[in-house]
C-alpha cells in the first residue's frame, strides 16, 4: 500500500495492519505501508514541525477506514496473476542537495510489473529515491507533486484497467536541486511550480514505460516475508532545561533581526532556530528511551527474485547504494515506510551537520546497524 502522504507512525500502522488482517486473510507482517512523502498533503504525524495538535484525528481515522475499504475491494477483484521483475534508470531528476556536484545518487527505478491471464498489463509499481519536494513552502494546494504525475504518465499508457503505484526510496538527501536548509524556513526559490513537477513526472513515467514491455512475467513467482528488529544508537541530548533555554536565545535573536528578513544573517538566525527547536524536540522524546537505543521493525517483502525492504524513515541515498552492492538478492529499499522515525544519515554524512543530521535522533553508528539488518533480511528470504 502506497499512501500520498508526508507519512504515518509506527502505531497507526500497527492498528491498520491488524484491522486489515481483520477483513481479509493477510498476515499483519505481510503488509507493507509505505508513503510517498509528498509535503503538499494533510498532517498526518506529529514531529518537531507538527506538533500533535495539528493531526487531525477525524481525518486519521478516514484515512485508516478509506485504506482498509480499499485492499477488501481488491481483495474481491483479485484474478490470476503472472508477475515480473525489472528495472529502468533516470538521469538528471534526483540531485544529492548536500554535495556540491549533486552526488551520489540512485538512478535505478525497482520495477514491479503484473498483468493477466491475457498478458495485459494491470499494474506496476515503481520505485526510486527522490524527495516529492518540487512544489515550495508557498504551495497551499494538495498535490502528490512529481511522482503523481509519472503515475498519470504510466496509467495513460495502461489504460483503464490498469493502475500504477509509486514507493520510495532512499531519498533522505535526494531532492530535485533546493536548499533543505531555505526550504526549512520558509524561503522560496525559483522553479517550485506545478509546471516542472508535470515535466519531471512525465520524465520518470516515461523511463518507466520504456522498459515495461522488456520485463517478461511468470506465471509462478516465489513470494515471501520478514520482519526483524534493529536497535539504533540515539544521539546524546542536553537536558531539556539547558535545551529550552538555548531555544529561547536563539528566539530572542530572530526578532532582534526581523527588521532585515532579507538579510543572510536573519536566514542564519532562522537556521539556528529551527536547529534549537529539533534539538529540543529531541532532548525530550529521547529522554524516554533510557537504554540509548532506538528499536524500530525492518520488512522484506519478496517477489520473484527481488525484495522490497521497507525502513521507517529517511534513508541516505549512500546506505542504499552500499545495500544493493552487497545484498545476495536484487534489493529494492522502501523509504518511510511502516512508521517515521526521522533521518537516517550515512556515517560520512555526521562530520559536516546541516539540516538532515541535526533532524536525525540517531548516532552514527545507525547506518552499519541498518545495512546489516537489510542483509539479514535478504538472508531471511533467500532460505
Not at 80 to 98: F, K, P, Q, T
Not at 138 to 154: T, V, Y
Amino acid at each position: 500500500m502506497s499512501l500520498d502522504v508526508l507519512a504515518v507512525s509506527s502505531e497507526f500502522v500497527v492498528r491498520l495492519r491488524e484491522s486489515i488482517a481483520g477483513r481479509v486473510p493477510i498476515a499483519p507482517d505481510a503488509i507493507m505501508i509505505a508513503c510517498t512523502h509528498t509535503h503538499a498533503g494533510p498532517v498526518t504525524i506529529s514531529t518537531f514541525f507538527n506538533p500533535e495538535e495539528s493531526v487531525d484525528p477525524k481525518y486519521m481515522e478516514y484515512l485508516g477506514s478509506a485504506i482498509e475499504t480499499t485492499v477488501a475491494v481488491a481483495w474481491k477483484q483479485r484474478f490470476d496473476a503472472r508477475i515480473g521483475i525489472g528495472s529502468g534508470r533516470i538521469e538528471g531528476l534526483g540531485v544529492n542537495r548536500r554535495t556540491a556536484d549533486g552526488r551520489p545518487v540512485d538512478e535505478e527505478i525497482g520495477i514491479i510489473k503484473v498483468a493477466d491471464s491475457t498478458g495485459q498489463t494491470r499494474a506496476v509499481l515503481f520505485n526510486y529515491a527522490c524527495h516529492p519536494t518540487v512544489l515550495g513552502p508557498d504551495n497551499l494546494l494538495a498535490s502528490g507533486d512529481f511522482p503523481s504525475m509519472a503515475i498519470e504518465r504510466i496509467e495513460d499508457r495502461l489504460g483503464s484497467n490498469g493502475f500504477a503505484m509509486y514507493v520510495n526510496g532512499t531519498q533522505g538527501d535526494i531532492s530535485v536541486g533546493h536548499s533543505s536548509e531555505l526550504s526549512a524556513i520558509g524561503v522560496v526559490t525559483p522553479g517550485r511550480t506545478f509546471e516542472r513537477a508535470t515535466e519531471l513526472g512525465q520524465r520518470l513515467g516515461n523511463a518507466v514505460l520504456e522498459v515495461l514491455g522488456n520485463i517478461k512475467v511468470e506465471d509462478v513467482v516465489r513470494l515471501g516475508f520478514e520482519t526483524i528488529q534493529v536497535h539504533l544508537p540515539l544521539k546524546q541530548y542536553p537536558p531539556p532545561a539547558e535545551s529550552e533555554t538555548a531555544l529561547g536565545e536563539a528566539g530572542d535573536r530572530v526578532k532582534r533581526l526581523e527588521k532585515n528578513s532579507d538579510s543572510a544573517e536573519y536566514r542564519q538566525a532562522k537556521t539556528e532556530l529551527l536547529y534549537r527547536s529539533i534539538i529540543h524536540y529531541y532532548a525530550r522524546e529521547t529522554a524516554k528511551y533510557k537504554d540509548g537505543v532506538l528499536p524500530i521493525e525492518l520488512q522484506g517483502i519478496r517477489v520473484g527474485d527481488a525484495v522490497f525492504v521497507a525502513v521507517p524513515g529517511e534513508v541516505f541515498v549512500e546506505i542504499g547504494l552500499r545495500v544493493k552492492q552487497l545484498a545476495p538478492i536484487r534489493t529494492f529499499i522502501a523509504g518511510i515506510a511502516n512508521g517515521y522515525i526521522g533521518y537516517l544519515p550515512s556515517r560520512s554524512a555526521y562530520d559536516a551537520g546541516g539540516y538532515e543530521v541535526v533532524s536525525s535522533r540517531c548516532g552514527p553508528g545507525s547506518a552499519d546497524r541498518l545495512v546489516e539488518g537489510m542483509l539479514q533480511l535478504d538472508d531471511k528470504l533467500l532460505g
